[in-house]
């Protein structure tokens, strides 16, 4: 293993599995917020491409640094950059979370603009060479997931003619108690994809498809 990545297991796994009771959410899938296989396989992936600079584009924020329940993914992201080159662009709509990310973030690597997130994407330079997008904006309720998950589409939509050797991932995705149905940020874009016969290569806590 990429000594880089045995450091991040060591110090980030127990904080990324935090292994929270879905049931109490409705939610049938035990591992909430578990978070760490995912992002293993994120860095795994860019690593492989063995590149001197990586172009990571994240939807939503570091708004609660610290918080390891909201998967710290702009830090993490951030830490890969200082360790591989690159830069993180974010966006989030609430601009106290802005703030908060671009005061806690190291901004040799790291940048995040207040708007809405959809829009943002539609006016951003050089998608086409962008590494990894990271959907996670529009929080979710898990049994009235349609608004989040419409938003999450429409990011998606947003980016999908400029794919190009890169990563999607899709935050906060579980399924129901109740009828065992997917739901989450990521539930039409699966749907959307699933329509065109596309997979993804991980479907957890998190959602993951290389393009």
Known sequence: MNAWLEEFSTKYKSLLDVNANGAKRGL????????????????????????????????????NPNNWKDGNSGFLFVEFCKQFGGFVKSVDIDKKAVEESNNFNDSTYHLAECMDSVKWLSRLPELGTVDLFYLDSYDVKWKQ?????????????????????????I??????????QRTGKGRMIVEY????????????????YEF
Do not use: M, W
């Open 171 to 180: 935050d906060d995705n579980s399924f129901l108690i109740e009828n065992n």
């Open 145 to 169: 997931d349609t608004k989040s998950a419409e938003h999450h589409l429409n990011e998606f939509k947003a980016i999908e003619p400029h794919l190009n050797n890169c990563l999607v991932a």
């Open 193 to 208: 994809l699933d329509s065109k016969n596309i997979k993804p290569i991980y479907d957890g806590y998190q959602i993951i």
């Open 28 to 63: 049938a899938d035990k591992t909430i917020y578990n978070r760490y296989q995912g992002f293993k396989i994120i860095f795994e992936k860019l690593i492989d491409k063995n590149k001197d600079f990586y172009s990571i584009v994240e939807t939503g924020t570091t708004r």
